[in-house]
Every structure is written in structure tokens, then in C-alpha cells.
């Protein structure tokens, strides 16, 4: 799955729910997109210990578990998933 944003937001609701999740090429005035699918191989640049670390101290990046919009850091249930996700070497 390809998307246009690279929004802390989207990526951990996407890692959430249990895809591998990536950098995607440039295009147009975005420097970087999405990748995400449920096969690592699939994925050229996944996401590393580095964006963890960006995420980890984000003030968005709760994932989207309603309808409703919002903005907040991690929950600690969302921090423990997403430091316990298979691509960033524990699960």
C-alpha cells in the first residue's frame, strides 16, 4: 500500500495494525511517502530505530482507533505495541 502522507500519525496506526511500514519515494513537493505492507520484503526502506525515537517523543502519534480526529502522543499501550513491533526487532 502506497500513501502520499508521512505523518507520524498514519505510520503507527499502520505499524498498529500489524503491517511493516516504510520511507516511500519523493513525488511532487513531498520529500519522502508511505510504504507499508504485510510482507518486509516488499517494503525497500523500512522505518528504523531513528523514526522509533522521533515517534516515541512525538506529539502526534497515537494511532487513530475512532472516527474522531485528534492529535496526542503515544499511550502507553500504543508505546509498548509499537517498541514490541516485529521491525524494530522484538516480537
Do not use: C
Amino acid at each position: 500500500m502506497a500513501t502520499y502522507s508521512r505523518a507520524t500519525l498514519l505510520r503507527t496506526t499502520l505499524l498498529r495494525a500489524g503491517f511493516w511500514v516504510g520511507a516511500g519515494q519523493a513525488t511532487g513537493e513531498k520529500e519522502e511517502t508511505t510504504l507499508a505492507a504485510n510482507d518486509p520484503s516488499l517494503v525497500p526502506r523500512l522505518l528504523g530505530a531513528d523514526w522509533l525515537g522521533r515517534a516515541l517523543r512525538s506529539t502526534s502519534a497515537e494511532p487513530l482507533e475512532t472516527p474522531v480526529y485528534r492529535q496526542a502522543p503515544l499511550s502507553e499501550a500504543s508505546r509498548i505495541a509499537l517498541t514490541s513491533h516485529r521491525q524494530f526487532g522484538a516480537g
